[in-house]
């Protein structure tokens, strides 16, 4: 398919102004600034574009939540965090098409009434913040940014916040009270950030890549967008495919296309041309899954009805040396090291889970280890703030259902039933 959000990455210096102009940048704002905000509203509505973060929400009706009373201060945050394992198809457009997002914060800024915008940026990712901070300086010196964008009526100003590292700051309502200077914690809902999000105001938060499909929607219109993929998963996606790959990186596709075409068509295929085991198709926190649901489609729906989610995006690709008790050891971890301890069941249950899968993958598994896996799972899930803990029980509840043998293995065995583990 044509490249719509990579269409400028291979080209020199495409991270510039002066490129980005001569590519057809900008001209998705000046499209916008002829419409009145709730028509670009609707205009989001009709493409059908759904949120690239995680959760698949429907991006015109998110920004329809805002008040229209025009005395209220707006504000637009970007999760630019991408701490979620095997996601790294964000980066790609910062440090290299940085204007593309800049101008998809611009659009959706307007859209809802927002003066100020933020770009919440992982800690680690420096290049890609010092990318972003050359970008704005170019806006601001070119007339892009601050007072009368493009000689319009409408003023916008964009500031850079790094993060500290933290995963919990990719919950929206976390990182929202990080750029507040507070300890990045999840807040209570109701009332929503819509409502009351930074501080205390009317605020929407969208994904980089979500930001970066907007400007050639409002250059092309709703029904081309709309037109690509499925009809309730459209647009072009960004697939982060790493893991037991020959060709790992990120793939610029229409939703719908199924993991063996991703994989064998795209990738080329399993490295060392191995048997292909399992898969997680959406970042650490989506259940992995089988050989047997190679041919699901990768969209919102077809990987709901396997019980798991598109999530980020980021697949993770497992051949058949993979242990599966070994890979839930790793992923739980990673979660209980990251919870922010603020809630009981997920500061307490995800490191207690994560001492059960280190007996076992140590060969010191015991008898009712997974009954008593399960049993946490049951007490963690829906019983937190936010979804950290929810992800950790969905990616080992995957595991345990999938490949149930292997955890009884380890136990009964005190070994991997995988050779070399």
Not at 18 to 36: T, V
Not at 182 to 202: C, D, E, H, M, V
Not at 278 to 294: C, K, R, T
Request: aromatic content about 10%; glycine content about 12%.
């Amino acid at each position: 398919m044509e490249k719509i959000l990579l269409k400028n990455i291979a080209k020199p210096d495409s991270h510039l102004l002066e490129n980005y102009l001569k590519s057809g940048g900008y001209q998705g704002i000046k499209a916008a600034l002829k419409h009145e905000p709730d028509a670009v509203i609707q205009i989001m509505k009709d493409s059908g574009l759904r949120g690239r973060g995680g959760a698949g929400f429907p991006t015109g009706l998110k920004w329809s939540f805002i008040p229209k009373d025009p005395n209220l201060p707006k504000y637009l945050a970007c999760n630019a965090d991408e701490s979620e394992p095997g996601t790294f198809k964000d980066r790609i457009i910062f440090e290299k098409d940085p204007h593309l997002l800049l101008e998809g914060i611009m659009i959706t800024s307007y859209a809802i009434g927002a003066g100020v915008g933020y770009i919440y940026i992982r800690g680690e990712y420096e290049f890609g913040a010092k990318r972003l901070e050359q970008a704005i300086e170019e806006a601001y010196a070119n007339g892009c940014l601050g007072r009368n964008i493009f000689d319009s009526d409408y003023s916008l100003d964009i500031y850079i916040h790094r993060g500290a590292g933290a995963y919990i700051c990719g919950e929206e309502t976390a990182l929202l009270d990080s750029i507040e200077g507070y300890r990045a914690q999840p807040r209570i809902r109701p009332p929503f950030p819509a409502l009351s999000g930074l501080y205390q105001k009317p605020t929407v938060i969208n994904n980089v890549e979500t930001l970066a499909c907007i400007p050639s929607i409002l250059e092309r219109g709703p029904d081309w967008f709309a037109s690509i993929g499925p009809p309730k998963s459209p647009g072009p996606k960004l697939f982060a495919v790493s893991g037991h790959v020959k060709n790992p990186g990120v793939y610029e596709l229409p939703m719908g296309l199924t993991i063996r075409e991703l994989i064998f068509e795209h990738c080329g295929g399993m490295s060392g041309d191995k048997a292909f085991k399992a898969v997680i198709p959406g970042g650490a926190s989506a259940p992995m899954l089988s050989v047997e649901d190679i041919d699901t489609p990768l969209d919102f729906e077809s990987l709901a009805e396997k019980g798991t989610m598109l999530g980020s995006a980021g697949v993770v690709v497992m051949d058949e040396d993979t242990c599966i008790v070994k890979t839930a050891y790793v992923v739980n971890r990673f979660f209980s090291h990251e919870s922010c301890g603020k809630c009981t069941p997920c500061r307490d249950g995800t490191p207690w889970m994560t001492q059960i899968l280190k007996r076992l993958e140590y060969g010191e598994g015991r008898e009712g280890d997974i009954e008593l896996l399960e049993s946490l799972c049951t007490g963690i899930f829906g019983n937190c703030f936010c979804a950290l803990g929810d992800a950790a029980v969905m990616a080992l509840r995957g595991a345990l259902k999938i490949f149930r043998s292997e955890f009884e293995y380890h136990i009964a065995h005190k070994r991997c039933m995988v050779p070399g583990e």
